[in-house]
């Protein structure tokens, strides 16, 4: 499918403030669209400018073509989902999906059918003459879904839309609203700063920092090829460590990891010369935990030469989430005497005893195969 919102150099500034800094994006139609990043980075300053409700200070906005830069909120084809549901308390839910298309004029038997279809399309049915504090936070949210999709805008906008409900609920919505986007086609963008509702809803996602673009890929490549170190901490959980290339082929690479007293196999190039510094990103469930003995020797890892990828630590902590089990290791100082950096790593339960392999204070190895980690310049 083909562009359907284009943000052309876009910069907001709040007097001495800049908060988004010449951002440049596009959205596809039909995608579901995540805007990532920390508190402060943007976002919502982003989404607000597509809206409506702040005009750029510098750029243009384009949906389908046409530049609504300075359009009314009311005169472009999107519609809003705020994170406090924003439901009429004094209307029944029928009358809070039917009110866009009263003011719009749609003639009431109109209105009825196309709020009662959306009702069903959000699992209300039955629920139109309920009153909104008869219902829970996550079917005031639903409401608030059937009410923006009902006017039927080629754009729906979502501010921090589940932030508000619990973990559990919150779960339950995600699919939920995966399911309505992919039935009604319409293009989603939604502002969030939950890593794991980005990954799970959207298409493609962009990361945000301090009012720039830092990466804009699909949930999958953010995760697996994170463009920086901050992206990589950002989404997800990530052990880095610093490096440089001992050696370089175009089949495989040499890195001294300096902080861990040992050196990594990558089974690729870097595409660099000895004198960039590098930074390792491993991804916490890709490390591997073994026991180790007073007189054991390091294992071999998959797809590595003996004496690489593998470290000597102990257990400090651990912590145990029912479907995985965090570690926490410090690893042998590369100097006699010193203490090593810590590593997290991540192991599922795969049975109900997995969690009694290991034991706090136990000497460990760590080791990772030769695909496992990814090098990043910055």
Known sequence: MGTIIEFRNITKRFGPVVAVDDVSLTINEGEFFALLGPSG????????????????TRGQIFIDGKDISRAPPNRRPVNMVFQSYAVFPHLSVLKNIEYGLRMDGVPAAERRARAEAALSLVQLEGYGERMPDQLSGGQRQRVALARAVVKRPRVLLLDEPLSALDAKLREELRFEMSALQDK????????????????????????????????????????????????????????LFAGNVRSEEANHAIIDLPELGISAWLDHGTGTSETVQLWLALRPEKVELMKRGT??????????????????????????????????????????????????????????????DF????????????EAAHILQQ
């Open 41 to 56: 980075c943007g976002k919502t300053t982003l989404l607000r400018m597509l809206a409506g409700f702040e005009l750029p």
């Open 184 to 239: 009604l086609g319409i293009t989603f963008v939604m502002v969030t700063h939950d890593q794991d509702e980005a990954l799970v809803l959207a298409t493609r996602c962009a990361v945000m920092n301090k009012g720039s673009l830092m990466q804009v890929a699909t949930p999958a490549d953010l995760y697996e090829f994170p463009a920086s170190r901050l992206v990589a901490d950002f989404i997800g959980s990530v052990n």
């Open 295 to 356: 007189t054991d020797r390091p294992p071999v890892m998959e797809g590595t030469p003996p004496g690489y990828n593998v470290a000597a630590g102990t257990i400090l902590d651990i912590a145990y989430l029912g479907s995985e089990s965090v570690y926490d290791i410090r690893l042998d100082g590369p100097e006699t005497g010193k203490e090593g950096k810590r590593i997290r790593v991540i192991r599922p339960n795969l049975t109900r005893w997995d969690q009694e």
């Open 359 to 370: 034991t706090w204070d136990e000497p460990v190895w760590i080791g990772w195969h030769a």
